[in-house]
């Protein structure tokens, strides 16, 4: 083995072997699959790709495809992330600063995760063109919809689902950290998983000057001043709104 494998190879702490329980092991595989993969993903998607490359917006609207990918990449981490903390739910912890750092950060992911999960079934009616309320025979009454006519329930909703997302983000990238230095975990592992943020990172500011970031409502409904939600701006930072198109002259 050449010098640079050997010191990859090594724990952290430079101990000439890593050694720590199965539970332990698979807690950290499941968190780390759930928080740096599914959830990252989850959020760029949600951020970046309401409107695909290849879409003709404002001609073609409502793409579906970043919903269902954020809905089953967030389930997902929700289901890892309860599997993860079973594991470890009876084990034997390991003393120290860092595990009561680490234990705290987790919890407290596993916290928010819970109130992401639960806010996305409070945010209310959509309404609009293509989701109309309608009277018991069918016929359709009216457009009217929390997120058509952005209602306070709406905007609540928004604030509160955007900015606990990202919030519950930095905390589980704080706890790999602890995790990571409370397992002693092996130097390749640390700097694979750093470099791997790193490549989120980059990602999510390139799409961030591409203007990606476009506002939800205009990529379901489109820039036009027909669409009452136009009144109230965009809920969170840096979300692009286009110019709704200019009247016609008579």
């Given at each position: 083995m050449?010098?640079?494998?050997?010191?990859l190879s090594?724990?952290?702490s430079g101990a000439p072997v890593h050694a720590i329980a199965p539970e332990f092991a698979w807690h950290g595989r499941l968190m780390v699959l759930a928080w740096s993969l599914a959830v990252p993903t989850a959020v760029l998607l949600a951020r970046f790709f309401k409107v695909t490359p290849g879409q003709r917006w404002p001609q073609e609207l409502d793409n579906p495809t970043w919903w269902h990918g954020h809905r089953i990449a967030n389930y997902l981490a929700v289901l890892l992330t309860a599997l993860a903390l079973a594991l470890?739910?009876?084990?034997?912890?390991?003393?120290?600063?860092?595990r009561?750092?680490?234990?705290?950060l987790?919890?407290?992911v596993a916290a928010l995760a819970l109130v992401q999960l639960l806010s996305a079934?409070?945010?209310g009616s959509k309404g609009g063109p293509t989701a109309p309320r309608r009277h018991p025979d069918g016929r359709?009454?009216?457009?009217?919809g929390d997120h058509y006519d952005m209602t306070p329930r709406r905007i609540l909703f928004e604030a509160v689902h955007k900015g606990a997302g990202y919030l519950v983000l930095l905390l589980a990238l704080a706890s790999t950290a602890t995790g990571l230095r409370q397992a002693d975990a092996p130097r390749w592992m640390v700097l694979l998983i750093g470099l791997w943020w790193s490549v989120l990172a980059v990602a999510f500011i390139i799409w961030q000057r591409r203007g990606r970031c476009l506002d939800t409502y205009q990529a379901i409904?489109?820039?036009?001043h027909e669409h009452p939600g136009h009144a109230v701006g965009p809920v969170g930072p840096g979300i692009r709104r286009a110019a709704p198109p200019a009247h016609p002259r008579t």
């Open positions: 050449t010098p640079l494998l050997q010191w090594q724990p952290i470890i739910a009876r084990g034997a912890g390991l003393a120290g600063p860092a009561t750092l680490h234990a705290a987790g919890w407290s079934h409070l945010r359709v009454r009216d457009l009217r409904w489109g820039p036009g």
